[in-house]
């Protein structure tokens, strides 16, 4: 036997009912809007609305906020399909605000809210801040180690509108200290100051004609696509502490030095730094140890052809100031190169009769060079931190945090691609992505740490 529903008659039911009644008890928005004061968004738009009174007033700043939020929290593709779930779901109208019937804003509303009065204003980033100091006052976050990476969001822009461009390259942010350094081990080796540097060629990219902000990214062996890249950085418990964004042709290393300024300014008690081999470079390690961090970083393996001696079985004999080759054979200090490489050269009559020349070298001349950063010695540290267990377990913990922050940003929260174009546009969306994402493990944090309502 079952109940037959009259299904007409039920739908025309009227009841008195709000819409308070019509939120599940135990929904996690529940939890979102009790975990944080939304009212402190009220203080951030303090000046952006005009007080002339002869239109239609503005949208409420809280409910448009929120109305963002549900889209990134919920991971809903679009702005326009975010207002059509909110029209027929009572929980969102109750988030936001609204009553039953009352009309929801258009889906347009928060693009010309951001052209009329966010753009240009650090009001994204204020947001995440603020959720981010909440989760730091109440102990959610740990700043003993920090995990570093980056990852890429699809651009809204079709790869096949391209143009190839000529663009100055880029000096590096380290270059002027570099340059002191190899001048100063090129006097100690009693060599000539190195002449002054050409100006660097351009370098030839592709741009795109539809959003020339982003960057062509090789993912993989063969596909390319125009992307932007997020450099973010998180703690151990999965809070994102801040992030960097840029094209998506810039290597993650050369984006290092702004997102680690950000982290250890926002949190200076910081004492590992966690990165994959990427980020393994000379400066960047010099950078964390002299800052009296430690850099947690994987074995990074050498860049040598198959069947070839590796770079680790030629032996550095520090007194004498020289390399040992596999055959025992001597290879003497040469020259420090503008790249910041010692270099040492073989005798071409060692080479010439050597059982072992098709391992070691191709040179015509038969003469084998092995070079030697002038921070060696960084990365040797960097290699002894690694085989410390304590530093070792924190670096095996990246895949239980910054991998799982953008496993869970792409899969749950929409962070695959972006409908935006411009690198303005992508960071702040960027920035209530991740306050979003801190948003909903802070509630998650109070209701374990039993400092939600009673009612939770």
Not at 115 to 134: A, C
Request: hydrophobic letters at 30%; a positive charge; proline letters at 4%.
């Amino acid at each position: 036997m079952y109940e037959k529903r009259n299904r007409e008659e039920r739908q025309g039911q009227i009841h008195m009912i709000s819409i308070e009644d019509l939120v599940p008890k135990n929904h996690i928005i529940r939890e979102i809007d009790a975990a944080i004061d939304f009212s402190f968004i009220y203080d951030e738009v303090e000046g952006m609305y005009s007080d002339f009174d002869g239109g239609r007033p503005g949208v409420d700043p809280v409910s448009l906020f929120k109305i963002v939020m549900i889209q990134y929290i919920f991971g809903i593709r679009s702005m326009r399909q975010t207002i059509k779930e909110i029209e027929s779901n009572y929980a969102y109208r109750w988030f936001i605000g609204y009553d039953i019937g009352e009309d929801i804003p258009h889906f347009s509303t928060f693009g010309k809210n951001y052209s009329r009065r966010f753009k240009d204003t650090d009001i994204f980033e204020n947001i995440f801040t603020h959720i981010l100091n909440e989760a730091v006052k109440y102990g959610f976050v740990d700043e003993n180690a920090v995990f570093i990476d980056g990852t890429h969001i699809k651009a809204s822009a079709n790869k096949r509108k391209s143009a190839k461009k000529a663009v100055p390259q880029k000096v590096k942010n380290y270059q002027k200290e570099l340059d002191e350094e190899i001048e100063k081990d090129r006097k100690a080796h009693d060599k000539k100051p190195l002449k002054e540097k050409k100006e660097k060629a351009d370098k030839i990219v592709t741009e795109s004609t539809t959003d020339p902000e982003c960057g062509m990214f090789h993912k993989g062996e063969h596909e390319r696509q125009f992307a932007y890249v997020a450099n973010t950085a998180c703690d151990r418990h999965n809070f994102v502490l801040d992030f960097v964004v840029g094209a998506g042709n810039i290597h993650d290393s050369v984006m290092f030095d702004n997102i680690y300024e950000k982290v250890v300014t926002r949190f200076p008690k910081v004492e590992v730094i966690s990165a994959d081999a990427g980020y393994k470079t000379p400066w960047i390690v010099k950078q964390i140890i002299d800052d009296g961090r430690i850099p947690s970083m994987p074995y990074k393996r050498p860049m040598t052809k198959k069947g070839f001696f590796k770079k680790y079985e030629y032996v550095y004999d520090e007194y004498y100031d020289c390399v040992i080759c596999p055959e025992n054979k001597i290879l003497e200090y040469s020259t420090t190169n503008r790249e910041g490489y010692r270099e040492y050269k073989s005798n071409p009559c060692d080479c010439m009769n050597c059982p072992k020349r098709r391992q070691c070298t191709e040179s015509k001349a038969a003469q084998k060079t092995v070079t030697i950063h002038v921070w060696e010695s960084y990365m040797e540290k960097a290699e002894d931190y690694r085989h410390t267990k304590k530093y070792g377990d924190i670096y095996k913990l990246r895949k239980e945090t910054i991998e799982r922050v953008f496993g869970d940003a792409k899969e749950k929260h929409g962070m695959r691609y972006t409908n935006y174009r411009g690198l303005a546009k992508v960071t702040a969306e960027a920035a209530l992505r991740f306050a979003c994402m801190n948003l909903k493990k802070l509630a998650k944090w109070k209701k374990k740490n039993g400092l939600l309502p009673q009612s939770f």
